[in-house]
């Protein structure tokens, strides 16, 4: 298992200590405080599509009983204390003071103008029958214009949109939307939930380096500054916690990192992990957990929601495929594994095929080989509905990051790394491998709940039930 770096460089050059892994499991008795979750938990979410619109119409049909959290940890999830004999097992949301679902609010940007009852209705993810029941509450949910440049998602252009002489003075009339939601809608925190489209791939650039650069940058209406990046900078700036649903590079730059720090405010990221890459990340551990060879694993989509048409363009793709290919290597680890894994043919593609809509279908082919080098083959179809896949991680992510702003020991780490099971591509401290199994992911997880609480960590060792 990696180790957390001992020491990082922050992007402004000051080194700043990092906790240890080990250092944390031998702290596993501390008790580290938490704030309780007072008061309303504002959601604010650029890009009202498909994902952000089965998020909140699912949030207030379960608020209304219409339905139940189905996919959401924070919900539904369970958290083993102490010894297997012990019986203890709590729900998670019973077990640490997470924000209830009553305190959810909402807002968001768009660059087009449809409330979320008609964002909903176009995205065509919900039954009209469902949505009918919501009406009232989504179509109060307007969205706010847009910070958007076509040329960073070159397959859409919309009327809602911002306007200002400099990047800076986008940046600023973002801040005020923040400013006035807190106001207007009585939050004591707030949450800022990517859910836009894929930008076009970037490159960490200069401009990326320290919140001087980047400001000089926004000044200078720098193009290596995409849209996701300046409300990352906004919701910084004023203390609110950032997490990326989408492969953009956003907050996984050194500058949002140092703010992200400064302000006690968490970021993670990126790009959520449901369908095919869910699959993988359980079915690649398993291959190498039985020293299974990988020759070749062959990815194909096709999805017709308004994500597969962004897709659909070259630049945004690459952004995607970067996202999508990094997780073989660092779960299979072909410089320890030559003979298994250091020769696999790995490819993904995403084709757009407007009549699937929102349920898109995956399918892997997966060349493996046995004993004796003998070949054999595995093919997955997931038929999957990308936004009910997504609308849960959205949940349990703003209920997470709500909690570690108001936790003492999370809230001044930047990074939140236990929160990688919900990710494709999960950001880590400068230096570090991320860690792409789902179920090493869930681990760290609920060990870093086990820890915050004073409990202690489960290893599996199990001697003691032998004694
Ligand atoms: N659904 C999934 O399973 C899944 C998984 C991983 C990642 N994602 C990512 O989540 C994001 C949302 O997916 P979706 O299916 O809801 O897409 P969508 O196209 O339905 O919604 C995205 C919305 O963002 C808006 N938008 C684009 N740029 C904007 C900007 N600068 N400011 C404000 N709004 C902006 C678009 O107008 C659109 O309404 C995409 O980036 C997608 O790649 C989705």
């Not at 800022?192 to 940058?217: D, L, N, R």
Request: proline share 5%.
């Amino acid at each position: 298992m990696a180790t957390r770096q001992k020491s990082g460089k922050t992007a402004s050059g000051t080194s700043r200590v990092v906790k240890s892994e080990g250092k944390l499991q031998g702290n596993a008795r501390h008790k580290s405080t938490m704030d309780p979750a007072k008061g309303k938990l504002g959601v604010m979410i650029p890009g009202m599509g498909a994902v952000a619109t089965t998020f909140v119409a699912g949030v207030e049909a379960i608020r209304k009983g219409l339905a139940k959290p189905i996919g959401s940890l924070t919900q539904m999830g369970t958290v083993r204390l102490g010894k297997r004999t012990e019986g203890r097992s709590p729900k998670i949301k019973e077990f640490v003071p997470l924000a209830t679902l009553d305190d959810l609010v909402f807002t968001g940007w768009d660059i087009f103008e449809d409330n979320m009852y008609e964002a909903a209705s176009n995205a065509g993810v919900l039954d009209h029958r469902l949505l009918e029941q919501l009406k009232p509450f989504l179509s109060s949910v307007k969205p706010r214009a847009a910070v958007f440049d076509h040329n960073y998602v070159k397959k859409i252009d919309g009327p809602n949109v911002k306007k200002g002489k400099t990047k800076m003075d986008l940046a600023e009339q973002l801040r005020q939307d923040i400013r006035d939601f807190r106001k207007t809608s009585g939050a004591s925190r707030l949450i800022t939930m990517w859910c836009g489209s894929t930008e076009s791939y970037i490159e960490p650039a200069a401009a990326h380096q320290s919140v001087k650069s980047f400001e000089k940058a926004l000044r200078e209406n720098d193009e290596m500054i995409a849209p996701s990046m300046i409300y990352a900078y906004a919701s910084l700036m004023e203390g609110v916690p950032f997490a990326n649903g989408a492969p953009n590079l956003t907050v996984d730059l050194p500058v949002m990192l140092e703010l992200s720090r400064q302000n006690d405010a968490p970021i993670c990221g990126k790009d959520f992990k449901t369908g095919q890459t869910l699959m993988k990340t359980v079915l690649a551990p398993a291959f190498k957990a039985r020293l299974l060879g990988l020759s070749g694993w062959y990815s194909t989509n096709i999805l017709g929601n308004r994500d597969g048409e962004v897709l659909d363009d070259p630049g945004s793709f690459k952004t995607k495929e970067e996202s999508k290919l990094g997780v073989l290597e660092h779960i299979l680890q072909p410089g320890l594994y030559p003979e298994l894994y250091g020769n696999i043919f790995h490819k993904v593609r995403i084709n757009y095929y407007p009549p699937r809509g929102d349920n898109k279908e995956g399918w892997d082919n997966i060349d493996i080989f046995g004993w004796l080098g003998y070949p054999m083959q595995i093919k997955v179809d997931f038929l999957c509905r990308d936004s009910i896949l997504a609308a849960p991680i959205v949940l349990d992510l703003v209920l997470f990051l709500d909690l570690a702003q108001r936790c003492s020991e999370l809230r001044g780490l930047g990074i939140q790394e236990w929160l990688s099971f919900y990710f494709k591509s999960p950001m880590t401290a400068p230096g570090l491998y991320p860690e792409h199994d789902l179920f090493i992911q869930l681990m760290k997880l609920k060990n870093t709940l086990r820890h915050l609480k004073g409990e202690e960590l489960i290893t599996h060792l199990g001697l003691e039930y032998y004694d």
